[in-house]
């Protein structure tokens, strides 16, 4: 595995949004809550060309090793606030049913209910094109933000949604604050936090 303080992390400008949109919709593919939610193959590639730039005017973007990784980060006193128009509701009924309508919500509801009050970073989403998995991208685009949280002295949190994903996030220093299984027979999401390293390192 290579090591992340090799990976290059930088904020992606504005007009880099579709290409954050690109890099997680590949990423989350194979997503488990984003199966569950519609099963439709073409689902990751409609969704975050969607919500990406919703982000852009409150979240951090983040781009790795020349646009293999990516990852948005929501600030400490920023509220996230998705709203989804009319028009989008309307094709995303007509592109995959209300089921996937109602499952969407399902899921929200509870996420904002258990997400944390006090300050802290929110990792939104961190995904890495499936050819590039093993190189350290990943890693170093969770560890330029927690530095920043580090020197802050303010928590970062997730909400994973792949039980493989536990140990990466745990080797970073989050832990399972809470699991919540979504509807019946529903995927699980271990809601995971991080305190900020004492030392500052």
């Known amino acids: 595995m290579s090591d992340s303080s090799e990976v290059l992390v930088k904020r992606a400008e504005p007009d880099q949004a579709a290409l954050v949109a690109e890099i997680l919709a590949e990423a989350f593919s194979a997503d488990p809550v984003g199966k569950w939610i519609c099963g439709d193959p073409e689902y990751p590639a409609w969704c975050w060309p969607l919500l990406v730039p919703l982000m852009v005017p409150t979240g951090e973007l983040y781009l790795a090793a020349d646009g293999l990784g990516a990852a948005i980060w929501i600030r400490p006193g920023v509220k996230l606030d998705i709203k989804l128009g009319l028009r989008a509701l309307w094709d995303f009924w007509r592109r995959f049913g209300l089921r996937s309508i ?83 027979n529903g995927p699980t999401l271990w809601l995971m936090y991080r305190d900020p390293a004492s030392d500052g390192t």
């Open 102 to 184: 109602i499952r969407f919500f399902r899921l929200m509801i509870p996420m904002e209910r258990q997400h944390p009050k006090d300050p802290h970073y929110y990792l939104l989403a961190v995904g890495v094109r499936p050819e590039a998995r093993g190189r350290g991208i990943g890693a170093a685009l969770l560890e330029h933000v927690l530095r920043e949280c580090d020197s802050q002295k303010v928590g970062a949190y997730i909400e994973n949604s792949n039980r493989l994903n536990l140990s990466f996030y745990q080797r970073r220093g989050f832990e399972v604050r809470r699991e919540i299984t979504v509807g019946r």
